[in-house]
């Protein structure tokens, strides 16, 4: 029978304890991905539209923790247009501090890209997340897309790859951010790309916050897909903060600690 680990009490710890209890996996070989969501505690994933909307003041420490220790930081191009992206913030003495340990970051403390999976390569190239980042963003994309698009995003800066016909599998991503070192990845969704990542068996961990609020009304899950596939999980640590909000981190039942 599995031990279920006692919840910590996220008052007590401090940056660098929250940095051990969320790092990636050592010698990694390959990409691992981590996705993070927030949701009530009746299953919503967004209020007023807006995921941010849910997340208190631990799920914003953790957020930036997150962000600090991936190598990239991948979304769909809905969740991009619906949040607004820009480029990703972090903390550059954190990321410089991180590499030296070989825990992720960077040697120059930059900040991860943001790889958006768009299958028609539908964004706006005037948008934040050209316009507002330090880092070029990649665009994961299919052959099939308009060349169009494809041709204004590159000339907005980003790095445009094709990496399907006409869908962007997961073994494609994996392959095209392994392929430029992108091991440590970071999905903050939206439900379709975390639903597709399940199904094709690629989701290595979910960083689950739930907020102490009921919601109702229309909001969606955190997952959705054509078909089920269910996948067990383990829970490795639950932070619990003052407000109620609980913070859970989950691994594959088979994946490497």
Known sequence: MQRVPNAIQFTTLAADDLVRLYAYPTRLESPWIRVNFVSSI????????????????ADKTVFGILRDLADVVLVGAGTVRTENYGGARTDSFRRIRLFHHGLGGAQDGAAPPIAVVTASAALDPAARLFTDTSRPPIVLTTAAAPAERKHALAAAGAEVLEVGETTVPAAGIRAALAE????????????????????????????????????????G??????????????????????????????????TQS
């Open 42 to 57: 009746d299953g919503a994933m967004t209020l007023d539209g807006r995921s941010g909307a849910l997340g208190g003041p």
């Open 180 to 219: 430029r070192g992108l091991l440590r990845v970071l999905c903050e969704g939206g439900p379709s790309l975390f639903g597709e990542l399940i199904v094709a068996e690629a989701v290595d961990e979910l960083c689950l916050t739930v907020s102490p609020l009921l919601v109702g009304g229309t909001a």
């Open 221 to 254: 899950r955190i997952a959705v897909s054509p078909n089920a596939l269910p996948t067990p999980m383990r829970l490795w640590h639950a932070l619990l903060d003052d407000d109620g909000t609980v913070l859970t981190r989950w691994k594959r039942g088979h």
